[in-house]
Nanobody, 121 residues
Framework: QVQLVESGGGLVQAGGSLRLSCAASGRTSSTYAMGWFRQAPGKQRELAAR????????YYASSVKGRFTISRDNSKNTVYLRMNSLKPEDTAVYYCAAKLGQYLLGKIDYWGQGTQVTVSS
């Protein structure tokens, strides 16, 4: 089992920045890919960004590309999401996700509890 705990959400004005963190505990000796999903009110959960176990491969949704940066520190079992130039449409609950293996593809194995990000106009 892997437990994921997110932090860093909050209220920010449009154009501002936030950094989300997700700390993993438990079965962290295994290889696992990680990512950030988000779910806005009334909408489906969507992938925002993902990163491979090695950190060499990243992917961003077109809506966040160029503004968000995902990174990880395996020595701290932590993944980060740096969010710049935030827009009101980025308002959502952000969920950390992990999947055993090198890449975050297919069914997610573990989810965090979510952290709220609200961007005011």
């Amino acid at each position: 089992q892997v437990q994921l705990v997110e932090s860093g959400g909050g209220l920010v004005q449009a154009g501002g920045s936030l950094r989300l963190s997700c700390a993993a505990s438990g079965r962290t000796s295994s290889t696992y890919a990680m990512g950030w999903f988000r779910q806005a009110p009334g909408k489906q959960r969507e992938l925002a960004a993902r990163i491979s176990w090695s950190g060499e491969t990243t992917y961003y949704a077109s809506s966040v590309k160029g503004r968000f940066t995902i990174s990880r520190d395996n020595s701290k079992n932590t993944v980060y999401l740096r969010m710049n130039s935030l827009k009101p449409e980025d308002t959502a609950v952000y969920y950390c996700a992990a999947k055993l293996g090198q890449y975050l593809l297919g069914k997610i194995d573990y989810w965090g509890q979510g952290t709220q990000v609200t961007v005011s106009s």
